[in-house]
């Protein structure tokens, strides 16, 4: 019986790419990390995860696929997990060889949400940030409660990312891979943290928008 002929990177992109993405597929294919990060962006929401999976599965480079994770993480953190069994995912992220040197030997992280212990703690996604954890433990109390939010310590080893495009201060860890988990604080305390982090996120998109006000009257002056 014929094998079938091995199938190429740009064989398993091709199919995933949108007809205004397809001018970054050769520099991807080459392994330009600004060109992953174009295509992650161009690409639609279902298929960001299948190409991150596909830079994994033909083994590019590490800083090619850190680009991709970090940026398909961002975007649809979902749909990467989805396109990969939870093994593997925790293999690319070790392959892409993120940079933890400037995180602590060990500190604390929260991580917050509707379910029980096991369903929390089978997630990759914590943070440093307490707030913001918060703020996910009362997202959705209203229709799936209890909301939940856990503390845990652990090591700069066990980190696979530290992510800030999303402004979250998000540690990426193994799933089920902290020991020691404790309940920190009750609902009223949540609610609290919850409305700060709200705060503090509508200030900084008020600085945003008052950035990109400025940056269009320089740009008509300059006209």
Known sequence: MTKAPKRSLAD????????????YLPRVVAGDPDAVRCLIFVAQ???????VAA??????????LRVALADGYDHDHSHVCNAFRRRSLVAAFRWAKFPTDHLADEFTIWRGG????????????????????????????????????????????????????REED????????????????????????AHRHCQ?????????NDRSGSDIQIAEAAQ
């Open 114 to 165: 509707s379910g029980d212990l096991a369903y929390l703690l089978s997630g990759f996604s914590w943070t440093r940030d307490r707030d913001i954890a918060c703020w996910f433990a009362m997202r959705f109390a209203g229709i799936h409660p209890p909301p939940r939010l856990y503390r845990a310590t652990v090591k700069r080893e066990q980190v696979l990312a530290h992510l800030t495009g």
């Open 55 to 64: 830079l994994w599965k033909h083994r590019v480079a590490p800083e090619v």
């Open 200 to 208: 503090r996120v509508a200030k900084y998109i008020d600085a945003l």
């Open 45 to 51: 929401n279902n298929q960001r995860g299948k190409i």
């Open 12 to 23: 398993d992109l091709l199919p995933l790419t949108p007809a205004w993405g397809m001018e």
């Open 170 to 193: 998000e540690i990426l860890i193994e799933p089920f891979s902290v020991s020691v988990v404790k309940t920190d604080g009750d609902v009223a305390a949540w609610k609290k943290a």
